[in-house]
């Protein structure tokens, strides 16, 4: 991905944007791989049978960076347990 943004005729505001858009990939990754620890199972896995809690979608939240804020999904699970550490 980097070396295709390289590629390109970018500006200073561009590069911005792009980067803005890269934390909050990275940021909602690792938000869903917490959820995947949480429930010890993977989102793409079936649920196991002694799992009564599943993933039950996303909410949105704001989150604020050196650079501004960026909006960002955090998955839920079922039964609220869900506490991410990333983001507090």
Known sequence: MLDEVLKGDWGPQDFEKIFQQFKKAVVERALGAELTQHLDYHKVADKP??????????????????????????ARDRDSGFEPQLIT
Do not use: A, P
């Open 49 to 74: 049978e002694h799992q009564s809690n599943h993933r039950n979608g996303s909410s949105g939240k704001r989150v604020l960076t050196d650079k501004g804020s960026i909006e960002i999904e955090v």
